[in-house]
């Protein structure tokens, strides 16, 4: 059985007059996110393993430059991705 793996993305997306998902970008940290065009800005947490892939994803969206205690399905948002947007914030 393969070792689970946590990894994570912050996400870009961009959003139509009507509110809908019209494209979305991926990159590595807040601040090039944030450098980023789009209506809002989603740290994923993924969580899988090499022999069955994905098993489930989480999202924590930004909200006045900053995250939520917990990503969407409850788990925790760590301290070091709300200190990374906290500096993307203060650079600004």
Known sequence: MAKKETKYEWRVN??????DCID??????????????????E?????????????YMEYATVTNGKLPEHYDEGGKVNK?????????HKAA
Do not use: M
């Open 43 to 55: 740290l994923t947490r993924i969580v899988g393993d090499e022999d069955n892939g994905i098993h």
């Open 80 to 88: 070091a991705h709300h200190a990374e947007v906290a500096r993307a």
């Open 14 to 19: 961009k959003r139509d007059e009507h509110g």
């Open 24 to 41: 979305i970008d991926f990159f590595d940290t807040y601040a090039e996110a944030l450098a980023e065009q789009g209506t809002d800005i």
